[in-house]
């Protein structure tokens, strides 16, 4: 199959490589044309997936136009804050449009496959989401995740190109909360990883992470995803990844964050995206225009946009009157 994979990070590289793998005709296009430049003299994708060994048959475009051109499916893998501007690309493509970036559209609320509908309107649209660093896959590790959508076959065909020997992929019907589910878990991965930053012990981190399924699902069924899905890979199984793994660049950005570096700090000196933190910022507002309680991610928002002190955040969250489990 003629496959397009848009943006070279840790996520797109990885999957690119692994469809390669698999026999498929598949051409790697990124923003930043030196991050193919540097793919194509060293065959590796150093500064985001390091220590890969990239197939020599993989194509690398650096015209986004080009890249598109002729392909059956298309991947999209760029940051959310990019991804209105990257899939401009695909306005006239009618095949299966893949996306794989986890974020809410500020401006608008929307989730990626909500802003595909605008940008590429003709394109049947699937998601890829659950728990999977793109390391841990890259490195043929089992791993599990699902395909949602809302064409039943096109998701069908997305299961099928992508399940294999280490990576399983399950269906779903819910896009909207598998998409849900893959974004807001970053926001409380940084809320995990400032509890290890404080040097919190695994009760702390135990009880947040499963307060922030409760939230996610809150606020996912106002937005009107489906409670269950959020019990699936792309909630819990997500949530759980992305909290306690030491690679989460989300859950990084936590621990510096709780060790006493500045967010303006943290910011300027990560390498790779942590979508936690935009997605920090969308959540708050779409929580506060549903009118649903998010506790986590209002803290979150807090100690991330208005300067809030990490241990003073911690004392408002402990400090909430009690209630009820449910
Ligand atoms: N790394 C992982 O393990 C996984 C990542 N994801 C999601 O995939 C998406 C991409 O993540 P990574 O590949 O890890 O990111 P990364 O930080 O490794 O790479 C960032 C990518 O975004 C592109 N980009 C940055 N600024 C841009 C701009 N202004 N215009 C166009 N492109 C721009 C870069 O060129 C690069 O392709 C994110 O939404 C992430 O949450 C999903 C599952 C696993
Ligand atoms: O989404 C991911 C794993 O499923 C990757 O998480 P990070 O972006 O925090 O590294």
Redesign the pocket.
Known sequence: MRITVL????????LARMLACRGHDVTLW???PA?LEAIARTGQNE???PGIELPTGLRLEPDAGRAVDGAELVVV??????FR??TQCLERFTGVVVT????IEYETGLTMSGVLRETAPRARVVAL?GP??????ARGVPTAVVAAGKDAEATRQVQMLFHGPTFRVYSSSDLLGVELG?ALK?VFAIGAGVCDGLGFGDNSKAALVTRAIAEMRRLGVACGARAETFSGLSGIGDLMVTCFSK?S?NRQFGERLGRGESVDQILATM???A?GYPTARSAHALARRLEVETPIIDQVYAMLYEGKDVRQTVQDLLSRESKPED
């Not at 794989?100 to 974020?103: A, D, H, I, L």
């Not at 999977?132 to 896959?137: F, I, K, P, Q």
Request: net charge positive.
């Open positions: 943006g070279a990070g840790a996520w797109g590289t990885a990124d923003y930043f991050t500064r985001y997936l893998a760029s940051v959310s804050r990019a501007t990257v794989v970036t986890k974020g989401s999977s660093l793109a390391l841990e896959v893959g970053n690679l660049r390498t790779a995206v979508e």
